[in-house]
């Protein structure tokens, strides 16, 4: 497997390959990503993995200082995986003291409300890596949903070749979704992060039971959460193709919940289809 960091290199060595696959990463790789990465074998016959902190994504109070950086057990991880890691240092993607950056929808929605300037960071780095890369496939997981549904939106609306793959969510035993931000639970935070998909799968049997009014059920989610001590930033039934609060006959639902466990921000998501 080779480990290249710089662009022209990748570019280089990419040359005259017809078939791409990419999956991009903050690295600190976990079974979900190797999950994404084994879709994207069965789609082309290069594989290339990204692993980059993305600055821009973190707001100022987050966690970037403290983003696990593991890239020599990330590559011991993808030997026989992938063929290609690309990883480029901040100096190689961002060399310009203003970057250009891309607007993408959602920004003041859900996730974007708490975390200003999170998906225009996610929206532009991916821009970024897809026209390096130049893929025809890329891989993202459907744990980071409303991430996924940005990407969409940006591939589709600025006409980019690409076609663009949802990895399903992979949880651990007890349900919770893997996440490199799992590895900030204390241990008895790790064992109260499970309700959290207990809660979801709660939510979709009520909707499977003929639930109808979703405000009662966010709110009694968000109290409930709230009583075992999390504090919750939303919980949300939305409508899979838009994100947009669903019409009385939308059959295809997503609830999207993100909340707090400590210091520890959670997202996760559960279809619905009614
Ligand atoms: O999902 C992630 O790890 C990141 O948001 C991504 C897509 C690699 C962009 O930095």
């Not at 976990?30 to 973190?58: C, K, M, W, Y």
């Amino acid at each position: 497997m080779e480990i290249i960091s710089s662009t022209a290199d990748l570019r280089a060595r990419l040359r005259g390959e017809a078939s791409i696959a990419f999956v991009p990463t903050m690295g600190n790789l976990h079974e979900g990503h190797l999950d994404l990465t084994r879709i994207a074998r069965e789609h082309a016959t290069l594989v290339v993995v990204s692993i980059f902190v993305n600055p821009l994504q973190f707001g100022a109070n987050e966690d970037f200082g403290k983003y696990p950086r593991t890239l020599q057990t990330d590559c011991d991880r993808l030997q026989g995986v992938a063929d290609m890691v690309f990883a480029p240092t901040e100096r190689e993607l961002y060399p310009q003291p203003q970057q250009v950056t891309v607007q993408p929808p959602l920004e003041n929605e859900l996730c974007g409300a708490f975390r200003p300037g999170h998906f225009r960071g996610v929206a532009t780095v991916v821009l970024k890596l897809l026209n390096i890369v130049q893929p025809q496939v890329a891989v993202f997981g459907k744990k980071d949903y409303q991430q996924l549904y940005v990407i969409r939106q940006v591939v589709a609306q600025l006409n980019l070749p690409v076609e663009i793959l949802g990895g399903e969510t992979v949880r651990a035993q007890d349900g919770l979704a893997l996440s490199s931000r799992n590895q900030y639970l204390s241990v008895a935070e790790r064992t109260e992060a499970a309700f959290l998909y207990r809660m979801l799968v709660g939510m979709r049997q009520a909707l499977l039971d003929g639930a109808t009014d979703h405000a009662v059920l966010e709110r009694t989610a968000t109290k409930t959460l709230g009583a075992r001590g999390w504090q919750v930033d939303y919980v949300a039934v939305r409508a899979q193709d838009t994100l947009l609060p669903p019409q009385s006959d939308e059959r295809k639902l997503v609830i999207l919940a993100a909340a707090r466990l400590g210091q520890t921000r959670l997202i996760d998501n559960l279809e619905v289809c009614i």
